[in-house]
């Protein structure tokens, strides 16, 4: 890939993170004008649905809702919504940086489970890695404090969740990503809309109204411009960048929620990224270990070729 591809792939992905963080802030910001946490991740997930839709329908057609296996997604779009629900929970009552330091395991815990549910091996850096991001979530989490919230352990459950959705994504790589978008927000709109229809609360004003209009938006966008930064540049040079959304988490939890960090969730996010940073060199490691076993390999074809022809 050239240069300057590369560089708008890094831009798009950061751009993705940046919404992601915006996305977070924005629902713990409705819920905390009196909106009900399901209340939020159904218009969340319905505005996705919308915007996906109205992009996609126009140009594929309805052959954009098949999938080649219909029971894998619908339980790859249910870990995506188990996923979102806690989370929102949790950014009800926790800090910004709390939960997203706390997200930042799920490579690890993806790393470990791929060793059961995909046949993958751990290697010596994995498995230093994998005990890097328990011991970074154990700082966040400090079980040894009086002052344990309980909505952490949602945070926790939300990661597996995220973590589980990712093992089936990886199942499911076949399918188109505009299919999988669909299929996920549909089934999480579906199973939503009677939860917040029952817990519905009124806004409170228009621009509480234009921020649940906006969340869906976000949500379609930067998953989007995921999909678009990694046709641009490689997976492993995007990894990295995943990192700001602890940057950008801290900046919104500051500007609009006047929330500090404490010096464990700094602390344990710096261990949990040590932790991720590790598998990412780990990962790159076994690429190039690939691609020069196949150049090795196409090479020794060619000389015995070049050798029966000499004869």
């Known amino acids: 890939m050239s240069r300057n591809a590369t560089l708008g792939g890094i ?20 819920m905390s004008t009196g909106l009900a946490a399901l209340q939020v991740a159904f218009v969340r997930y319905a505005g996705h649905l919308v915007a996906t839709l109205a ?13 080649v296996d219909p029971r894998l997604q619908l339980a790859r779009s249910l870990c995506l919504l188990g996923s979102t629900g806690l989370n929102f929970v949790a950014l009800s009552y926790l800090p910004l940086t709390t939960v997203t330091a706390i997200m930042f395991s799920s490579p690890v815990i993806v ?9 993958e091996k751990v290697g010596l850096m994995q498995f ?7 011991l970074g979530v154990l700082i966040v989490v400090s079980p040894w404090d009086a002052e344990l919230h309980w909505a952490i352990f949602l945070s926790l459950g939300s990661c597996i ?24 927000s549909g089934i999480a709109t579906l199973f939503l809309a009677p939860l917040a229809f029952w817990q519905w609360q009124e806004p409170s004003g228009p621009l509480v109204v234009l921020m649940m209009c ?17 046709r641009m540049a490689d997976a492993s040079v995007l990894a990295p960048v995943v990192y ?18 404490g010096a464990s969730t700094l602390l344990g996010a710096m261990v949990i990224i040590a932790g991720g940073v590790l598998l990412w ?17 196409i090479s020794s074809e060619q000389s015995e070729r070049k050798l029966k022809e000499d004869r």
Request: aromatic residues 8%; positive net charge; glycine residues 8%.
């Open 55 to 67: 992009v996609t329908l126009p140009r594929q057609g309805l052959g954009v809702l098949r999938s």
């Open 214 to 230: 906006l969340i869906g938006l976000f949500g379609a966008s930067s998953h989007s411009l995921v999909t678009l930064a990694h």
């Open 111 to 119: 790393t470990l489970l791929a060793v059961p549910l995909l046949g």
């Open 244 to 261: 700001l959304q602890l940057l950008f988490a801290t900046i919104g939890g500051y500007v609009v929620f006047h929330q500090v960090p």
């Open 128 to 134: 230093v890695a994998i005990l890097l991001g328990f």
């Open 11 to 30: 831009v798009m992905f950061a751009t993705a993170v940046a919404l992601f963080a915006t996305l977070d802030t924005t629902a713990k910001w409705l």
């Open 281 to 297: 060199l780990s990962g790159r490691r076994k690429r190039i270990a690939a691609i020069r076993t196949s150049a090795i390999a």
């Open 161 to 184: 969740c995220t973590s589980v959705y990712f093992i089936l994504s990886r199942m499911l790589a076949r399918e188109a990503t505009a299919t999988q978008q669909i299929w996920a």
